[in-house]
């Protein structure tokens, strides 16, 4: 499956953005989904992952913020971004997600990334 983020753009500090994710050339409805996002200077982080059957995951800094959804009949993932803040900006990625056997944790199915969008929140 091959997987490309678009939605991004600049944002006031309060901001809605909603990214979507499309996928292509495998069965997308198959796979957990995950939204991954990497700000300058610092290490990719998963920030959302929907499961394969809709379980639902976010990191505490977006909880309440962040909603993840997918749509099996579109092929397509979507992150919609409320009260976003300064801290949020970061170049944004979506791929699919395996299992790591040794603790359980949802990891990036596929090594090579797209290009991602990009999401700045001006303060």
């Known amino acids: 499956v091959q997987l490309q983020a678009s939605g991004g753009g600049l944002v006031p500090d309060g901001g809605s953005l909603t990214l979507s994710c499309v996928a292509s050339?495998?069965?997308?409805?198959?796979?957990?989904i995950g939204w991954f996002r990497q700000a300058p200077g610092q290490e990719r982080e998963l920030v959302a992952a929907?499961?394969?059957?809709?379980?639902?995951n976010y990191i505490r800094s977006v909880k309440g913020r962040f909603t993840i959804s997918r749509d099996n009949a579109k092929n397509t993932a979507y992150l919609e971004m409320y009260g976003l803040e300064p801290e949020d900006t970061a170049v944004y990625y979506c791929?699919?997600?395996?299992?790591?056997?040794?603790?359980?944790?949802?990891?990036?199915?596929?090594?090579?990334w797209g290009q991602g969008t990009l999401v700045t929140v001006s303060s």
């Open positions: 791929n699919a997600l395996g299992i790591d056997t040794n603790n359980g944790a949802y990891r990036p199915l596929y090594d090579v």
């Open positions: 050339g495998g069965s997308f409805s198959d796979n957990h």
């Open positions: 929907i499961g394969s059957g809709g379980n639902i």
